[in-house]
């Protein structure tokens, strides 16, 4: 997928690649255990999942995912394609946010 994200995905990469939100730095096709999440920010262990239409038809899925990533002390926020595509401004600010908000603890 890093060779051929979404067109998403893509638009988003070039906002959060260089440190270009606050000098926070993204990772991208992330593994944490048995799942690949589409960026990760290690200092604020935040995940960001851009979800297309296939989502839908898998919410069950999702929840499990989700569960599991914040089960290992780590925040998650959720975009679809269309709002990143249409939006980019809006997410941005939201995920500008969640960046200013410390890590959660550990346990």
Not at 16 to 26: E, K
Not at 76 to 99: M, Y
Request: proline share 6%.
């Amino acid at each position: 997928m890093r060779n051929k994200p979404t067109e998403a995905e893509n638009v988003l990469w070039q906002q959060l690649r260089n440190q270009q939100i606050s000098g926070f730095i993204f990772r991208r096709q992330f593994t944490i255990e048995r799942f690949i999440v589409d960026f990760y920010c290690p200092r604020r262990r935040l995940v960001i999942e851009i979800d297309g239409s296939i989502h839908q038809y898998q919410q069950d899925e999702d929840a499990v995912r989700q569960a599991f990533i914040e089960e290992q002390g780590l925040r998650l926020l959720r975009f679809s394609n269309d709002d990143v595509i249409n939006n980019p401004e809006t997410v941005i600010k939201q995920i500008s946010e969640a960046l200013n908000v410390p890590p959660p603890n550990i346990k």
